[in-house]
């Protein structure tokens, strides 16, 4: 039986030991937490709600786990923007009804830690922080002292990985990590007198104001939690929000919705961290006897909803690949590396651009005559003129077609914009040149 | 009496603390290798020498070693270029017999180290190697146990800088390292029978073929040092030259030249080491009490010949930068780093360019062509038309300037190239342009 170290019981971590755990492998799991069936996991400063689409649905049900997880999820079935002027306007994400779900991570954390118990060829060492490894060997130390060897050994362990930083000691591994201008601080909104959610608790709520902007996913306790995307310097920023009034009159000029029913924002915005966004992107994600998955080879931005998404998408694909390599896992490795890889740079792309609309383009004309347009053709002809949101978010097609195929939709409806081309040519020309 | 440390006691460091041992610092000179003094330097696997242009004489007039160091230098008035034809072709770098110099890395930073001797202020600690750096107290410790401690600490120790490593655990760097696909290899060419050079000295020899080429300076002991730059991988590379034969069979198709004058390439080429080719890029050089200059900054491929001379660059800006905040050493890091990097950004780009240019370009007939309209705009208007090539090595112009510059003159040579201008409306619209 092969042996198999995973670094990490995150959530990619811990997906993959459980799809992995059907295949006659003997797993070993590398966790620097305690053990959260004795004591809890508690992350402060770490995105407490992610939202599941259909890439991460197609890994839960893999392993069986969506309904389980349904029953904690809410659905989200649109943006609710919410306007300088206290208007609210509901965007849907699809024109059948189509939802993202809001999703706790220690609650699915937790999940899919629990069903590990069920295989007696998987092991989760809790407690264990890696401080050193060798790619060639499959081999990793621990902080305290113990050292674990395989045959292979699969870091799944983010983007402030341990396995990712013995890459970099190797030569020939290019490595980017790139910060963007923003950080985040998370903030909460309580049920209201009554129990029950402030909002529609089936909508992302947004909050654009170009430079910034603040977000709100439900929870299952009917709170909402709130994130502040705010430049870390400059006019508008977290350095100039350096005491309470300030905070107090920033939110109360751009975010009258939000103080209403946000009771303690003030002090919690001193107490929760302010925390960066950062992207990784390396190459190779295979070399000895070792693999990079999820956030420790692709980290990207988490505009798109997709960073959990992409990662559960890296374990089915893997598991493809060692089907189809059943004697070699290190060419399944190699496969899956040299495939992957310009899916995850597309959507690093596709979770960048978003951000830009997402604060600014959902109150811009121009982008919602081209969304009513585009509407229109998704009526006219559903099953040709799939919008790259969907693609992304409700479907499995590459991202990297998903990058191309919206370009292409994007240089049509400006067309249609500029009234150079009718629905019907669009149709036509999007259905021609799609399939050269 | 402010106290620096300058980590690193190569050309950059060495050139730095040459250039601050005349304003009031106490400076300490940290170096890894052995005292040269004692031992001499001996390096294997880095290159072993260099092209000098105006960027890097201008350091070394600053603190008045030109004189010196032109007797230990060869200068190059263009590229020879080795036709697979064995038909050599002279293509000079500048019409008015500008140089470039070929000088050995050993010897000047031999000179660099023995003129610190002069200065009470300096002082170089030789074989302390340092493990780890903190840049908010400018404090570092070596592998021997030493700590040392200074008000400011000036990481200038190479594409692999310890302090550099040392930004890289805190949060919100962002940091590049990127490799090209391209390896190199040093072979040596001995004088001929009668001692002489084998080829003309007073050139850079190249050896254009498309996806590799081979290129060859002259060193003052009448040899010359060829490189190969190749593939790692492929159809024709690194890894395809496994044996003898193989070697001396691609080295006899390819460069035969070469061949004739290189008795003992073969064995050499399985004795020396095939070195990779990285480029780093990073953000911010400057937090806490630290700055990074140089390659620890900006290490760039070596295709333009400018790694050198931006690093010494560095220096002199730096100057500038102290002398114009003399009370405020930090103030002046700040400012080096905010203006400095868009031109390392740029010199990056155009070494990355020159590659193309070099094994690929220097035979095509579209860019010979464009060459030959050029030759004839600095002609007809000699201070107006400077090409890039001598605005990056003959001049001081930033780098990005050269870059800007470089894309408007290519744009319009395409123009009259496709006889859509004629030269003196070249020259005309260059002039309206530039002045925009």
Redesign the interface.
Known sequence: MPKIIIAGGGLVGAMLANILAESSFEIHVIEKRHNPFVSGFQEKGRSINLALSTRGWHALQRIGLERELLSHAIPMYGRAIHHLSNEISFQPYSIDNQAIYSVSRNTLNLLLLKRLQNFSNVVVHYQKKIVSADIFTAEVHTECGDTFKADALIGADGAFSSIQQAF?KT?????????ISHGYKELSIPPDSRGDFVWNPNALHIFPRKRFMLIALPNCNKTFTATLFLD?EGEESFEKLSDEAKVSAFFKTYFEDFVRVAPNFVSEFFENPTS?L?MVSCEPWYRGKTLLIGDAAHAIVPFYGQGMNAGFEDCLILEECLQKSPCDIFKAFQVFADSRKPDTDAIAELAMRNFIEMRDLVTDERFLAKKQIERELVKMAPDVWIPQYSLVTFSRIPYRKALEIGELQDKLLDEVLSQNLSLWQAVEQFKNLRTC
Request: overall charge positive; aromatic content about 30%.
């Open positions: 970099t030569d020939r591994f290019s490595f980017c990590r790139k910060y870390f960066s950062g």
